[in-house]
């Protein structure tokens, strides 16, 4: 019974988490930014700045064009190199997603 009302909380919330990844919405792109100097710039030139630590990761001027859904299966997928972020929530994703798109 208790599983349930879970699952359906769950599904609901990843509903909103997917309406707020579709391009069509407007994330926040500032707070993109925000979490991406926190948890990205390490790696990834954020922005048109020079790169950093050699550019780990791609310059992300390089992958703006990229489509959202890449950009965030990228995100949640574990990569070589890159580690995951199981603190950011949808939301946080989405607006990292929404950041590294205005950069196009
Ligand atoms: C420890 C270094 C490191 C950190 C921190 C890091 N990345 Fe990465 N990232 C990489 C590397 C290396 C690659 C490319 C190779 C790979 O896929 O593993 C990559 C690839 C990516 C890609 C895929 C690019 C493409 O080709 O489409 C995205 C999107 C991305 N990172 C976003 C982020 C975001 C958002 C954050 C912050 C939450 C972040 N990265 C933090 C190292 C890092």
């Not at 939301?91 to 590294?100: G, M, Q, W």
Request: glycine share 4%; with cysteine; proline share 5%.
């Amino acid at each position: 019974m208790q599983g349930t009302i879970i699952t359906r909380t769950r599904t609901a919330a990843v509903a909103v988490a997917l309406a707020l990844a579709s391009p069509a919405l407007a994330a926040d792109t500032e707070a993109g930014l925000a979490l991406a100097e926190q948890w990205c710039n390490a790696c990834h030139s954020i922005g048109n700045e020079e790169a950093r630590m050699e550019d780990a990761g791609p310059r992300w001027t390089e992958i703006a064009s990229h489509h959202g859904d890449a950009l965030l299966a990228a995100l949640n997928t574990p990569h070589d190199f890159m580690p995951n972020f199981p603190s950011l929530t949808e939301e946080d994703k989405a607006n990292l997603v929404a950041y590294i798109q205005s950069l196009e």
